[in-house]
């Protein structure tokens, strides 16, 4: 019985690392065509002479701080979602594969999945915060500065809330990802040995307060925050 779990959980974790392999190929094969595409693009307008097109400080100082924002707040909770997902692949499908030698482990491994899915919940909070933080602003009604202007604090406001968002939902994805690889072997293991899941499972309770780690920082990050009429 023995022998059988074990070909069986080596079986299962086989295949899900080779699909964690293959999703991180896809992702570093994507994140290297987009930098290929950028240097191209910018040796063209290079060579052709539009490089005066190409105005970073133009293009963040003139963007409207509300996109920025709502970027912030798509990010965190799609992102989020991304990495719970993510990992409840990863353990779902060592969970499934482990089961069908040891049923027992079943149970109390979605505790896994509950840590994966409490991932998703950190970007749908955060995104709440965010989302309260963005403010009316008429352009066209401001006793402080010249009509169709923004105020400095609105502009800053909404660099802050993109950048709380990036903060959210990147360590949410890197939770996800720890949570899946740990709650993945925490299956497996205790298919073969109960007494491990325990042990493995303060690892994994280690690796889910990453997550935590990135809504406190992103909680620092837009504090200071003030969007809307209230800005001056």
Not at 11 to 16: A, I
Not at 97 to 114: C, D, E, F, Q, W
Not at 187 to 216: C, M, P, R, T, W
Request: proline share 2%; aromatic share 10%.
């Amino acid at each position: 019985y023995q022998r059988r779990v074990h070909g069986e959980c080596h079986h299962v974790k086989s295949k899900m690392v080779y699909a964690g392999s293959a999703c991180s190929y896809g992702v570093v094969g994507t994140l290297l065509f987009l930098v290929v595409v950028g240097a191209l693009a910018g040796i063209f307008v290079t060579l052709t002479g539009w490089g005066y097109r190409f105005d970073v400080g133009q293009f963040l100082s003139e963007t409207s701080p509300f996109m920025w924002a709502n970027l912030g707040v798509a990010i965190a909770i799609s992102i989020s979602v991304v990495g719970a997902a993510w990992g409840i692949f990863m353990v779902g499908s060592s969970i499934i594969g482990g089961g069908v030698m040891a049923p027992r482990i079943k149970t109390k491994n979605l505790i896994s999945i509950i840590f994966c899915e409490a991932v998703a919940i950190y970007g749908i909070i955060m995104a709440i915060v965010f989302q309260n933080q963005i403010k009316h602003f008429d352009l066209m009604n401001n006793p402080l500065l010249q009509p169709g202007l923004l105020s400095a604090n609105s502009i800053k406001a909404g660099f802050q809330i993109f950048s709380g968002g990036l903060t959210t939902g990147i360590c949410n994805l890197a939770c996800g990802y720890c949570i899946g690889v740990v709650g993945s072997g925490a299956a497996l293991a205790d298919a073969q040995n109960g007494a491990l899941f325990v042990k493995i499972l303060i690892v994994e309770i280690f690796g889910s307060a990453i997550g935590l780690f990135g809504i406190i920082i992103a909680i620092i990050q837009t504090q200071s925050a003030s969007m809307g009429s209230t800005s001056t």
